[in-house]
């Protein structure tokens, strides 16, 4: 029962802190992509975030061999989880504007939860599922002033919805599979296996000197994107996809949106009105309902 306890209380605090990190990761991002291209900023993100987290487990005396009987689980949950969620959404940013890319793909816990009752056999509770109304209506009302500018753009939606669907589908596979290597290597190989098709992107789209102008303030942004959003959150949401249900891990992401609008608004100075705070109380109320509805697992 202690362990059970404490594994918990670990989730718990890695689900507030990639909360945090993810969340003032979009305006962070916003910065660093002001002075560098979305497909090389991928490719750094992804290659260095890959060989930092290889390099920790090294460091801790983990071999960085890969154990045949994950091999296939890797290459798939890379192909679905990474490639899938930065090719979508890199093409649904360009195609509307990053904030509105961002609220759609957060529709994410929706597929999570269809999934995981498919797949993993998931029981979807009925607080779970007060927890998704609430979280839904929360970006809903995030969304509601540019819903004229996403029917304008339907095909940016459709590959943000695709990025949601892809990074979904991820979470319950990483879920699924039974994994004989830790977190720490099981991500670092993602991001490098999953990146390979979007280096090439970034070589057949971009130009080679894509990085070789870039500010200070933008430079030690990329080093906060790569340590914290990418590095850290990366692990930390894998481990607490092993702890909780998946269903559960997904609906904890509903405050990453909301986090990222006030971090904005703080730090970019971006407006913030009153339907910007109603939404946050429901996203809160969400977060209190899948927390109330959880089932830890060891």
């Known amino acids: 029962m202690a362990s059970t306890t404490d594994s918990a209380l670990k989730g ?46 090294r460091a801790g005396g983990t071999r960085l061999k890969v154990p045949f009987t994950d091999l296939k689980p890797l290459l798939i949950t890379a192909l679905v989880n990474i490639t899938g969620w930065h090719i979508l959404s890199a093409h649904g940013i360009a195609s509307m504007q990053a904030g509105r890319a961002a609220i759609i793909a957060y529709t ?40 004229r500018a996403v029917g304008a753009a339907p095909a940016g939606a459709l590959f943000m919805l695709g990025a949601a669907f892809c990074w979904a589908a991820g ?24 990146g390979i098709p979007v280096v090439f992107g970034a070589l057949l789209l971009e130009p080679a000197g894509a990085v070789t102008d870039i500010s200070l303030k933008a430079l030690l942004t990329l080093g906060f994107v790569l340590l914290l959003p990418i590095i850290f959150c990366h692990w930390a949401f894998f481990r607490v996809v092993q702890i909780f249900p998946a269903n559960v891990a997904a609906l904890s992401t509903l405050s990453i949106p909301a986090i990222g609008v006030f971090s904005s608004a703080l730090l970019l100075n971006e407006p913030l009105r009153l339907y910007e705070l109603v939404a946050l109380g429901l ?16």
């Not at 291209?37 to 487990?57: E, H, M, Q, V």
């Not at 879920?175 to 290597?185: N, S, V, Y």
């Not at 996203?283 to 060891?298: D, Y």
């Open 171 to 194: 979470t319950v596979l990483v879920k699924f599979f039974q994994w004989h290597m830790p977190a720490t290597l099981v991500m670092g190989w993602q991001l490098l296996i999953g």
């Open 108 to 147: 994410m816990p929706m597929w999570a939860i269809l999934l995981s009752r498919l797949i993993l056999r998931e029981q979807i509770t009925p607080a779970r599922l007060w927890a998704l109304g609430f979280g839904f209506a929360g970006l809903f009302l995030l969304l509601w002033p540019d819903l």
């Open 283 to 298: 996203v809160v109320i969400a977060l209190g309902l899948t927390g109330w509805s959880r089932r830890p697992v060891k």
């Open 12 to 57: 718990f605090l890695l689900l507030a802190l990639l909360s945090l990190f993810w969340g003032l990761g979009w305006p962070a991002m916003k910065i660093v992509l002001n002075e560098v291209r979305p497909w090389t900023f991928r490719t750094i993100c992804l290659l260095a975030g890959g060989s930092g987290l290889l390099a920790l487990a």
